[in-house]
């Protein structure tokens, strides 16, 4: 299944990319999270247990064990507030 990832924020600045079209083959946000840690370095990195990041499939923001659906849009940003 194919993905397209957007990452924003600290993420774009840290992974050096800014979005992605990638090969999926899981089921849920916490699997695309894994496949990505497994990249190591700052991915691992930002993308561990305990840091700060959200996930959003096709615009709508979700937990980790959504499931992601084929050629979906996945964005993966830090929280963010506004006034």
């Known amino acids: 299944m194919k993905l397209h990832v957007l990452y924003f924020a600290r993420l774009r600045e840290r992974f050096g990319v800014a979005e992605e079209t990638l090969d999926f083959t ?26 700060a990041f959200r996930v959003a499939v096709n615009q709508d923001i979700v ?7 084929d050629q979906a849009e996945v964005a993966i940003f830090p929280p963010v507030t506004g006034g």
């Open 26 to 51: 899981g089921a849920t946000a916490a699997d695309l999270i894994s496949q990505l840690q497994a990249r190591g370095g700052v991915w691992a990195e930002e993308l561990a247990a305990g840091r």
């Open 63 to 69: 937990a980790l064990d959504a499931a992601v659906p």
